[in-house]
Each structure stands twice: as C-alpha cells, then as structure tokens.
C-alpha cells in the first residue's frame, strides 16, 4: 500500500534524508545544528561524527565568514584539517601557509594551531582521533599537502577507481586519510567486512552506498559513519565521477587483550 502522504513533495520540516543506526549513519547537511566550540569563532561549527554516537572519532565541518578564526592546542587527539572551499590561512608548528581548496594540514598531539583571515564562507572539514603512540617510533610531525589526481593510483587493478593517500603510510601514524575517486561506473569489487572504522564526507558526485545491506542513496555534501565490522559496499551513479574524503584507523594492534 502505497503512503498517501509523499512527505518530501510537501516539504514537510519532518522529511530528511539522514539517518542513524546503531553502527553507521548517513548525516545529510538538511539537519545540521551548529555548535560551539572553545576558540572557533566567527562562523558555524557543525559537529556530523562524535563518540556519542558510538565512534572512536570525531568529525566536523566549520563553515567561516570573513572574521573567522580558529585557533588552539592539540592535547589528546590530533587533527586532520582540509579546505573543502574557499581559503585561509593556516599556522602550525611555526609556519604560515595560504590553504585553498583541497589543501589540508595534519596537526599532530602537542601542536599549536591557528586558521585566520578566510575567505567568506570557506569550509574545514576535521578529522580528529586521540593518538596512540608505538613504542619505537617518533610521533608524526606536521603534514601538509593537497588534493592531487596524479597521485592517486588505480585501485585492484580497476581503472575506474583511484586512491590518494593523503598522510605518510608510516607506523608512527595511527590514522588515514584519502580521497576515493570513483569514475562513472566505477564501483568496489567486494562488500568490505573490516575492522576499521571510517568517517566521510562527499566532495562531489553521487553515489549508492551499502551498508549493512541498507541501500542509501549519497551525494555532495553528505557525510557517512561506517562503525567496525559495518558492511559495506558503494557505485557511483550520475553524469560525474563520485569523489569523498575518508578516515580510516590504521597501523596499532587489533586489541587490548
């Protein structure tokens, strides 16, 4: 029996396109409500993945007008900060860089940071993780780097799907960051069954995301929270190559026993 009412022909306050289970989440822009955050001023903070949901990380998107500024010390956790639009500039570890779409600084445990003078409506997507040191290797230092088609490789051999690794595949790291390109028809060759867990965001394109045999229908600007063990399985869709971000844990024991 077909539902009388079409919510989302009515454009009823109560359709969204986001939803939360009890091991991953599509979190579409629709429901955001902004947050405060200690130091981050002058734009909206929007907090899409955090351990009160169940996640062992947190990610953000901080929207900034032309007054905005962040700025703070990394204690337990490090950062990851990427230009989804716009531009600022960004100061860490002593050094002043200009930071324009799809550039990024990694921000280590320890490190003092500082995001000033953005372009009105510039957009940081964050990655934060708590650090978990390795005995006989240093801790990562700073990492700055770029969005860069021509390093990304091919992936299982499959022309259509491309990875940057955007951090040093190094065991001082305990986090991944890429970029997953996928062409038109492009799709993964598996359903994926692993432990890590990953955060998202979709930089461009659409796409048809499996998760726990849940089928959802994703695009620019929607984010995705996949827990440990979380199926998962994707195809791009559309007229456009489908591209996201992605965190992964990577690089430390698989248990504490």
């Known amino acids: ?6 919510l989302y022909s009515m454009n009823l306050s109560s359709a969204t396109r986001s939803i ?6 599509i979190i579409a822009p629709d429901g955001y409500i902004n947050s405060n ?10 907090v899409i993945i955090n351990e009160q949901m169940g996640a062992r990380l947190c990610q953000t998107l901080v929207t900034l007008r032309a007054e905005g500024r962040l700025e703070g010390r990394t204690e337990a956790s490090q950062i ?20 324009g779409q799809g550039q990024f600084v990694y921000v280590p445990v320890g490190q003092e940071y500082r995001f000033e003078n ?27 780097g770029e969005k860069d088609d021509s390093k990304a490789p091919v992936y299982m051999n499959d022309e259509a799907l491309r990875i940057q690794e955007l951090l040093p595949n190094e065991l001082g790291f305990d986090m991944a960051v890429n970029i997953f390109t996928y062409d038109r028809g492009g799709h993964l060759p598996m359903v994926e069954t692993h432990i890590m867990e990953h955060g998202l965001l979709y930089l461009a394109g659409q796409a048809i995301y499996v998760l726990d045999q849940e089928w959802y ?3 620019q600007g929607d984010s995705i929270w996949m827990a ?3 199926q998962q399985w994707a195809t791009s ?9 992605y965190y992964k844990n990577v690089n430390r024991f698989p248990t504490v026993v």
């Open 1 to 6: 029996m077909k539902n009388p009412l079409n």
């Open 20 to 25: 939360v289970r009890r091991n991953h989440a």
């Open 37 to 46: 955050v200690p130091g981050w001023t002058g734009g909206t903070v929007n």
């Open 80 to 99: 990851f900060f990427y230009v989804v639009a716009g531009a600022v500039q960004a100061t860490a570890g002593g050094e002043t860089r200009l930071l």
């Open 118 to 144: 953005p372009a009105e409506g510039t957009q940081l997507l964050t990655f934060h993780k708590v650090y978990e040191p390795l005995a006989g290797h240093a801790a990562p230092g700073i990492v700055w």
């Open 217 to 219: 229908h994703v695009r």
């Open 228 to 230: 440990p063990y979380c």
């Open 237 to 245: 869709v559309g007229k456009e190559p489908s591209v996201y971000i």
